[in-house]
């Protein structure tokens, strides 16, 4: 399994150019029994119209991210210029709006990490949203170098957890969270829903250790750093973030065996211990395995050490 790593099309170097479209936050795409709301910045926050969503099951609104801060955010930088998208929290810096276009049950928004001295834009980061199922929204995301210089690039990716009740005894902000050893390109995971979305300094609130682990009840959530590498001009990485919640019936195990079968490599879920209530982050490609190819999937995930070393062959 690994990451996809390919020259952007000259169209695609002369869009960076283009001025950011109008911003329109909060807008809903649907698989029916579940909704998602994403801002025009590429992370999501609650929907305009109403506040009353971030990820929810409709059946029940149950919606793990919405409760208190709804906290969902990515950073990206390029040589040390850093900016991030994080409109409920630390606010939005050095990320400009390109484009956004929203479908029923999709979405794809495009933004630019802009060198605040210059103004020049250095990386464009475009996320398509689709539901890799029902209770599963994979964020397909390519970052791609616009600049005329080779860039070190790091990722980021945030969300808070809230996986108790208003009626369990100790609330809604009371969950413990469990994360997998980091594989590449991940090079650091969290415990903390709030920690910082820039990707430059280590997380510090609360670490998880490099060979993962379990830490909590407490109030929690998850967090991942990526070293993407260096992309020279013209150049992407592309990888997919996922987001999933439980249907009902689901357990943790269930619904990370679930993500595991979509193809999702590393994860960082959780649990409300007095209600049940889970959800999980993780990281996988953007192609979906066939039901045939699932048996791959393990196989691929344990050749990620090559990661590095392959992406270089790649462009050899």
């Known amino acids: 399994m690994r990451l996809l790593r390919r020259l952007a099309p000259a169209a695609v170097l002369a ?23 994403i801002s025009d910045f590429g992370n999501l926050e609650p929907d305009t119209a109403t506040g009353s969503l971030v990820f929810r099951r409709n059946a029940d609104g149950y919606d793990p991210i919405i409760p208190g801060t709804p906290r969902e955010a990515y950073g990206v930088s390029a040589n040390g210029v850093s900016g991030y998208a994080d409109t409920f929290f630390f606010g939005v810096s050095n990320i ?13 928004v495009v933004t630019d990490l802009v060198d605040p001295g210059s103004g020049a834009s250095l990386l464009r980061i475009t996320q398509d949203y689709r539901f890799a199922a029902d209770n599963v929204l994979q964020i397909c995301t390519t970052v791609t170098n616009v600049s005329p210089d080779a860039q070190a690039v790091l990722f980021s990716r945030n969300v808070d957890m809230d996986l108790g009740s208003v009626s369990a005894p100790n609330g809604q902000f009371y969950e413990t969270i469990t994360a997998d050893g980091v594989v590449p390109p991940v090079i650091e ?3 903390y829903g709030f920690e910082n979305p820039d990707p430059l300094p280590a997380f510090s609130v609360f670490p998880a250790p490099a060979t993962g682990g379990t830490f909590g009840p407490s109030d929690l959530g998850g967090g991942m750093r990526l070293d993407l590498g260096i992309l020279a001009p013209g150049e992407s990485s592309e990888f997919a973030v996922f987001h999933g919640i439980g249907d009902f019936g689901q357990t943790e195990a269930d619904l990370r065996a679930q993500m595991a079968a979509l193809g999702v490599f590393y ?19 953007c192609a979906i395995p066939e039901p045939t190819s699932l048996a791959l999937v393990g196989i691929g995930a344990a050749g990620l050490a090559g990661y590095a070393r392959r992406r270089r062959a790649a462009t050899a």
């Open 267 to 285: 994860q960082i879920s959780g649990i409300g211990p007095e209600t049940g209530n889970v959800e999980s982050m993780g990281l996988g490609p």
């Open 96 to 108: 400009a709006p390109v484009s956004a276009v929203f479908g029923a049950s999709t979405a794809t």
């Open 189 to 191: 995971a969290s415990f």
């Open 15 to 37: 869009a960076a150019a283009l001025a950011a479209a109008p911003a329109r936050a909060g807008t809903v795409i649907s698989s029916g029994p579940f909704d998602v709301s």
